[in-house]
């Protein structure tokens, strides 16, 4: 046996480290492969129970390993040629690939067409990102914005804008772009790795490198799973390595995943990392005109201002908002903060005031504010001023003398008294308990 017959082994593993190859990755592509001999300068790697297209991937992504590791071993210009081991299963693997579904996954982008820039609102929250999506569609995997990193909070437009990269690339590039949630590619590792054969992970590499944009969505579900990480690592390596464009979704900066693996954070940070924030005032009354031209619902614009007003953090509720609407045929005020009272109060970035508190009360119970705040003792006063006692403490951040002070009582035992009567009888009580909702979700309506 030859020198490199005799290094084979440690050959290997030297190219293993050298290029980062992780584990899964080595075991699979690079542990198998066994040394045919030399002539010439030539190094023949036999591949093992294979198939072409597996010779074709091996070929494309070692063959400049092996080489240099020669060239540099041997002290002199070395080529490599790979052959299937005579023995493999005719075609085990490409039977498989053959199969019309595994070919239609090559090609499917699971993008979702409605998500484009044209119906994307630009407002100041989202500026950044969005000219940061228009560069990636201009010059996909370039250095300078390659990966593209977005996080912001949920619904604010981050799977829409990663996708209007997507469905650009497609329509105005021919780009073979994939679309997926973190979620389905953790799957899709973990079915591959069940399976526990070569073709099956093979297919997995197969899809995921031989596109030319990779659209990762929602990256913080792959936190804490490591296999998932390190098959995703390696995907974006070869990838990033062969110029392809990444684009990743995040609920978080790359710096507040904790546990998120360091090479992903220093990988992210090569990159472009951008930000998404909940969008003003002017920007979530844009995005429901926008809405409105779409689907050729009109509504009043008291309609608007009063959804733009109440509906903040979340474009998704924006757009809930306006179909309740649309659906509902709503054209008045009144109509329409009935049947928005429930997404309002999901929002939950109301502040409550004593004042909205008070005017609940007055109107659930049917009385002049006055008499709440009076000092009258007649039964069908005390109770809800009680109540509003209760309510005081229980939705704003008021001391039980500050709730004292604003009616006008120089200690504040009775209004202790009266938060822990309500409260004591809440929890045996269900109709009061009912009632004490329906006055709270009133509040949260003003
Ligand atoms: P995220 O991925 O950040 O949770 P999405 O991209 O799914 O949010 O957005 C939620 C919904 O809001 C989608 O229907 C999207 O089209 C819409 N949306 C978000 N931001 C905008 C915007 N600036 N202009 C138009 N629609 C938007
Ligand atoms: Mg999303």
Known sequence: MDLLGLQWERIKENIQVEYDITGIAYNIWVKPLIYGGCKDNVVTIRIPNSSPEMLAYIEKNYSGFFQ???????????????????????????????????????????????????NFVVGPNNVFAHSAC?????????????????????????????????????????????????????????????????????????????????????????????????EFFHTFNALYQNGKAMVITSDKHPVHMKELDERFRSRFKSGLTVDIQPPEYETRVAILRRYADNFDYDMPDDIFYYIADHIKSNVRELEGAYNNMRIANVTDLETAKMVL??????????????????????????????????????????????????????????????????????????????????????????????????????????
């Open 68 to 118: 240099k590791a020669f060239s540099d071993l041997m002290q002199g210009d070395y080529s490599v040629e790979f052959i299937l081991e005579e023995n493999a299963t005719e075609g085990m693997g490409s039977q498989e690939l053959d199969d019309p579904r595994v070919e239609d996954s090559f090609v499917e982008s699971h993008l979702n067409k409605k998500y484009r820039f044209e």
């Open 341 to 446: 009272k429930d997404t309002i109060l999901s929002d939950g970035v109301d502040i409550i005031t004593p004042a909205m508190i008070l005017r609940g009360v007055a109107e659930y119970f049917n009385l002049d504010q006055e008499d709440i705040t009076s000092k009258k003792r007649n039964a069908e006063y005390v109770r809800p001023r009680q109540i509003f006692m209760y309510l005081c403490r229980d939705m704003t951040d008021l001391t039980l003398k500050g709730v004292a002070t604003l009616l006008d009582k120089k200690d504040h035992s009775t209004v202790l008294h009266g938060y822990n009567k309500i409260n004591e009888e809440i929890q045996k009580d269900d109709e009061l308990r009912e009632k004490i909702e329906a006055i709270k979700n009133m509040i949260k309506t003003f």
């Open 134 to 230: 228009l560069n990636v569609a201009e010059h996909p995997g370039e250095e300078s914005n390659n990966p593209l990193f977005i996080y912001g909070g949920a619904g604010l437009g981050k799977t829409h804008l990663m996708t209007a990269i997507g469905n650009y690339l497609v329509e105005n590039m021919g780009w073979s772009v994939l679309y997926v949630t973190s979620e389905e590619f953790t799957n899709e590792v973990i079915q591959a790795i069940r399976a526990g054969d070569n073709a099956s992970m093979m297919r997995l590499r197969e899809k995921y490198r031989n596109i030319d944009a990779l659209l990762i969505d929602d990256i913080q579900f792959i936190i804490g799973k490591a296999a998932t990480q390190e």
